[in-house]
């Protein structure tokens, strides 16, 4: 493994700098269309000057680049890969060291100022960040969790020996560290969970620790002056502070009215300062009121994507094979497997040819779990309303309603295994007990962030599931461990497998308990693991792989000898005896559904999605599922229904072109596709989904056996080392992420998504991949993944790996190197402006009954609770400002919503009220919404307008969008592929 490790790190750091141009060619070879952007502003950039004053290194969007201190143009002295940040010059100006992301966790890194001989200075699984020489050169001070105790502390190593020493072992998390002048001293940001505001402490070697400075809020990137007498710092919301420690310690605001960035400030002498605001670098002589701009030019080539769409089949109706398989549970005799696909409960007799439904009623059935004797199965359905526990006898086809909790969803149940209790849990995390018998319901585990489905130890009084274990308060990623639970005396521990790896996703990857209690399976990395365990769960032998082979969602067969997964879309059954995996012949089919007849709609007013201008009065024919002519009213021979809008306004159907569906779907049940639908969005982009579980609902929409908008498709968000959400796939090397490629390549995804731990070489391979099978990528980041091909960022700025974006500033800004790069890249950019204080534009919403009726009891509760923190309008004016920026730089814009992280339907209405509230014109916010989400996913030949040749789908609303964009939101009927719903119709099933 060292090995490995070492000639990977070895090749990356090589291919960075001798080789980054010839990789980037590689890499881009889907690519075309090349443009030179020259960049005089940037977008949090950070700089460090050399100790002669004659040189500048700058961090400006993931690379760092040397400039001269008089101005000038800047030369690039890192790669494509490296993602560098915090550089220092050595007091001596021959090293700069910084913090990189190169391997995949963050380590310290000193190279020449030209960029060669770059060493890594700091190794293995955990983060080392922002790097500060000592006075004299021989040390490096960094922050660093790798004390391993769940903070982040201040480490120090010594240039000449490569000895490591801790410096501080608190409970809180300190960071950012300076150096005094004398060398004897550290200071740091002191992070206290329990104190509202930050200080500013420091260290001396023997660990003698005293406070400078209370922040009073948050402070980032303290620096101390050369004589020691006084300190700088950046404090949020305030700007860049300085405080002077040899009088009275009152802080003073250093500078007024900019948009200051958050990195340490450079002394150049006791009165002169080099800090970056406001897009560039600045110098000030702290005796004078007026700072003086040191002017950069950087030149980055950028080049549009240009690769061939997969094909997208809207028409056909031949049958297809079922893909979509969710909860496959192996019954204890092994003989059948109960699943849930197309919306429904399905039993399968294994070696049969067709598996026969269980449920056939149009609600969202969920989590079979079968009972020790293999007579029952108990699952959720949200026949009632929202998800209930059901029993089905499968002898006699008799059902009873297990629980009747209407204010909250129970979904995941396991069967205890002596047949007297089923754990479930709730949309809040709880994971609960129900007496099969008696009804009574306890709760035994508190509120989790999003667990996994719960197994039962032997003895029926012990419960296992995953659940994320952070690695710091500092940031909110970490590990999904197996957490165990005695129900009895509430004590619990976390295991984790394999030391420093993930179980795959908190959904389908296990933890399992074998009944006969020696054993749990879970996957890691795409792949099947075996740990042998006590009768309390705990390890006593070391976990084994026990195929190669990509598995996903694996049960035991009641002998404990067999176990059932999913591999790529298919079942497979593997022997613990001797290991040989088989396929099994499982031919299950669906069919897409599709409209017949014509249908011809008279519309009093039809903005088409192309012409800014309205026409009146017009007839949309419609064959099926697609338009085949728009005339003026009455102008034409064609007969069919008839469908009166001659009082409304008809618009293309709305995008989501940022959900994560699957997030809450098993809370929501078969309201969500309606809660959408009823809005008008006829098409929802998946930005990260639990993968089985997002096929499953575009089947299942497709097939008509859900109501709901079209859904483009992906699996889990590839991340790397650490992770947080749910829905995200843990990654460590080029093998892992192309298992998840690989996956979901074999499931036909329609997007692919990375997140924010996965590095940029591994990024790289997925936007390669991914348009080498014609689906577009996603990311937070920006740059340098848009030169590799990514199609959209997700977000204006969304959650980084840095403690910093480099799309906006902490003043809520953009300045040229993002609104130019993003305007001639033509790389999407989404909203998700989370634009909640727009629903003061709609009075009525909550008697609306789309919310009132379609809503679950929590979400309407959450939608008409007034916020916790007052509206911040100015924010979203500043997000709005950025987006119609891009957009007047001749960049492409995207309405999403991040929903349900977001309010479902309404959302999207939110962020085009805001986007024409602060500055874009209707017909500008209505394309964000229409036809450039089509574009991006390569579908505008059948989507995105109201067109000859077009899919039928088609928003029918009261009023004008185009003169009050609120009026968008005024559904009275929406088609989708040529089917019509009324309010009414959607909302029937709950009222």
Do not use: C
């Not at 004659?54 to 400039?67: D, T």
């Not at 020489?133 to 020996?161: C, E, H, P, Q």
């Not at 890691?524 to 309390?536: A, H, K, R, T, Y």
């Not at 993002?818 to 919403?845: C, H, P, W």
């Amino acid at each position: 493994m060292g090995k490995h490790l070492f000639l990977f790190i070895v090749f990356f750091v090589i291919s960075s700098f001798i080789f980054s141009y010839s990789y980037v060619s590689f890499a881009m070879s889907n690519i075309s269309e090349a443009t030179t952007v020259t960049i005089t502003e940037g977008t949090n950039i950070s700089v460090s000057v050399s100790p002669d004053g004659k040189s500048a290194v700058m961090e400006l969007q993931g690379v760092l680049w040397k400039v001269p201190v008089n101005g000038g143009i800047a030369k690039r002295i890192t790669g494509n890969y490296v993602d560098p940040s915090y550089p220092e010059w050595s007091p001596d100006g021959e090293k700069i060291v910084f913090q990189s992301y190169l391997t995949g966790n963050f380590h310290i890194y000193m190279m020449n100022p030209d960029g060669t001989n770059m060493k890594q200075l700091t190794h293995g699984p955990y983060d080392h960040r922002e790097p500060t020489f000592s006075s004299n050169g021989t040390k490096v001070a960094f922050s660093s969790d790798r004390g391993g105790t769940g903070s982040y502390d201040i480490w120090v190593l010594d240039l000449m020996t490569n000895e490591l020493k801790q410096w501080t072992n608190t409970l809180t998390e300190v960071y950012q560290p300076t150096w005094s002048p004398s060398g004897d001293e550290i200071a740091y940001v002191n992070n206290d969970p329990f104190l509202i505001e930050d200080m500013i402490q420091a260290v001396d070697e023997d660990g003698n620790i005293r406070t400078l400075i209370h922040g009073k809020g948050t402070v980032f990137s303290p620096s101390w002056s050369p004589d020691g007498s006084r300190i700088t710092y950046f404090l949020l919301d305030s700007g860049l502070m300085m405080t002077d420690l040899s009088k009275d310690h009152i802080p003073s605001q250093l500078i007024d009215d900019s948009d200051v960035f958050p990195f340490p400030v450079e002394w150049l002498s006791a009165d002169e300062i080099v800090y970056t605001a406001d897009g560039h670098i600045q110098s000030r002589n702290l005796t004078k009121s007026r700072a003086v701009t040191i002017p950069f030019k950087v030149e980055i080539e950028v080049e549009k994507r240009d690769y061939k769409y997969k094909e997208h089949d809207f028409d056909s109706v031949n049958p297809r094979p079922v893909m979509g398989i969710v909860a496959p549970k192996i019954s204890p005799d092994g003989k059948q497997v109960a699943f849930v696909a197309l919306n429904d409960l399905w039993l399968w007799e294994i070696g049969d040819e067709d598996p026969r439904p269980l449920t056939n009623d149009g609600h969202m059935a969920l989590d079979p779990a079968w009972s020790p004797d293999g007579k029952k199965l108990a699952y959720s359905s949200d026949k009632a309303g929202t998800q209930n526990i059901y029993i089905l006898d499968l002898e006699t086809g008799k059902e009873q309603q297990l629980t009747f909790i209407s204010s909250g969803a129970e979904v995941a149940a396991a069967w205890s295994p002596n047949g007297t209790q089923i754990a479930f849990q709730d949309q809040t995390g709880e994971t609960y007990t129900v007496d099969v018998e008696t009804k009574e319901i306890d709760q035994v585990i508190p509120s989790l962030n999003l667990p996994g489905t719960p197994t039962w130890g032997p003895d029926s009084k012990t419960i296992a599931l995953t659940s994320l274990e952070t690695t710091t308060n500092r940031f909110r990623e970490g590990t999904n461990q197996i957490l165990t639970f005695d129900l009895k005396t509430g004590s619990h521990y976390y295991e984790e497998p394999i030391k420093f790896l993930s179980l795959s996703n908190r959904k389908n990857s296990g933890p399992v308990w074998s009944p006969d209690g020696k054993n749990m399976v879970f996957i890691i990395e795409s792949q099947l693991w075996i740990m042998p365990v006590d009768e309390n769960g705990k390890s006593i032998g070391e976990p084994f792989k026990i195929t190669e082979e990509i598995a996903d969602s694996p049960s035991w067969s009641g002998d404990s000898k067999t176990l059932l997964y999913l591999s790529k879309g298919e079942f497979k059954r593997v022997s613990l005896e001797d290991r040989n995996s088989e396929t099994l012949p499982f031919q299950m089919r669906w069919t897409p559904k599709q409209p017949s007849g014509t249908k011809i709609i008279h519309a009093g007013k039809l903005w088409d999605g192309v012409n800014e201008d309205i026409k009146e009065n017009v007839d949309i024919i419609i064959e099926g599922n697609r338009i085949v002519d728009i005339t003026p009213h009455g102008k034409h021979d064609y007969a069919g229904e008839f469908i009166d809008a001659s009082k409304l306004t008809v618009i293309p159907g709305l995008w989501d072109a940022h959900i994560h569906q699957q997030l809450f779907h098993e809370f929501y049940g078969a309201r969500q596709g309606r809660q959408l639908l009823s809005f008008g969005i006829t098409n929802t982009m998946s930005m990260g989904d639990f993968a089985y579980r997002a096929i499953e609902d575009r089947e299942a929409t497709y097939a008509g056996t859900r109501v709901g908008p079209r859904f483009f498709a992906s699996s889990e968000l590839i991340d790397g080392s650490r992770i947080y959400y749910s829905p995200l796939r843990p990654t460590t090397s080029i093998e892992a992420v192309e298992r998840e490629l690989e996956r979901g390549k074999a499931l036909d995804v329609d997007i692919l998504k990375t997140y924010v731990r996965l590095p940029f070489d591994h990024q790289n391979v997925v936007i390669t991949f991914a348009h080498d099978i014609g689906v577009p990528t996603f990311s937070h980041y920006f740059y340098p993944p848009m030169l590799f091909g990514q199609d959209g960022i997700a977000h204006i700025s969304g959650t980084q790996r840095q403690v910093f974006s480099r799309t906006k500033t902490q003043g809520g800004k953009s300045y040229e190197d993002v609104i130019q790069l993003a305007g001639r890249s033509n790389m999407s950019v989404t909203s998700t402006m989370f634009a909640r204080d727009e629903l003061e534009s709609y009075k009525r919403i909550e008697k609306d009954p789309r919310v009132k009726k379609l809503y679950t009891p929590w979400q309407y509760a959450a939608l008409i609770q007034p916020p916790k923190e007052p509206p911040f309008p100015v924010d979203l004016a500043k997000d709005v400002a950025i987006l119609k920026d891009i957009l007047d730089a001749g960049g492409v814009v995207l309405n999403g919503t991040d929903a349900p992280l977001m309010d479902i339907g309404i959302g999207t209405h939110l962020e085009l009220s805001a986007m024409v509230r602060y500055g874009m014109t209707p017909y500008e916010a209505l394309h964000t919404a229409t036809i450039e989400p089509a574009k991006i996913m390569g579908v505008e030949d059948d989507l995105g307008s109201i067109e000859r040749g077009k899919l039928a789908d088609i928003v029918f609303v009261n009023g004008n969008p185009h003169k009050k964009i609120e009026e968008a939101a005024n559904v009275e009927m929406v088609m989708k592929n040529g089917e019509l719903f009324t309010i009414d119709e959607l909302i029937a099933p709950y009222k």
